[in-house]
């Protein structure tokens, strides 16, 4: 069983890997799906198992979380940012690099007890994916509201150009209340 430290950004993954006592590896790979997908595999050559911890940092973390739970022989531990921390301030741990939070991690999942983690309902995936889209639909009517208003208020605007507007505007709010729908 080889234990995996990974710190997650929006772009990379950091990894450092512990196969036998006394030896690390320290691996990057692209955070995305081909990324995702590289990592697994390299976890899982020979049949290798692995227990791998990283911190929940929300959007960047849980893809990746969801990725290696689905792949066979991979066991993950998804640990609140703050334990996280306070581990790495009692080992004395004070440089702040990616391949040193990938090595506080692996030494966490070395040194501590291994809690599995219990990969939400996939109706809890969904509400998620709703409510991100509901989110930035609201983030680009608002954007179309104020480009309505600007255009209003500096000088006559083009009837086309302010009909435009108002169907885009009007497009985005019945999208926002389907959405709304299928997530109540």
Request: charged share 30%.
């Amino acid at each position: 069983m080889q234990s995996v430290g990974i710190d997650v950004s929006a772009k990379s993954l950091d990894v450092c890997i512990q196969s036998r006592p006394g030896q690390r590896d320290h691996l990057v790979f692209t955070n995305d799906a081909k990324g995702h997908q590289q990592l697994c595999r390299r976890l899982t050559k020979g049949r290798r198992r692995a227990r791998v911890a990283l911190e929940a940092s929300g959007l960047y973390s849980l893809d990746l979380a969801l990725a290696l739970d689905s792949h066979e022989g991979i066991e993950v531990m998804v640990l609140n940012p703050a334990r996280v921390r306070d581990y790495a301030k009692s080992c004395a741990r004070r440089s702040k690099t990616d391949s040193v939070d990938a090595e506080v991690l692996l030494d966490f999942v070395l040194e501590r007890p291994f809690q599995p983690w219990n990969r939400p309902a996939p109706e809890y995936l969904q509400l998620r994916t709703l409510a991100r889209r509901m989110r930035d639909l609201v983030a680009i009517t608002t954007q179309e509201k104020n480009r309505r208003h600007a255009a209003q208020s500096s000088e006559p605007i083009a009837d086309f150009i302010e009909q435009s507007l108002q169907e885009v505007i009007s497009y985005l709010e019945v999208q926002i209340q389907l959405i709304e729908k299928q997530a109540l």
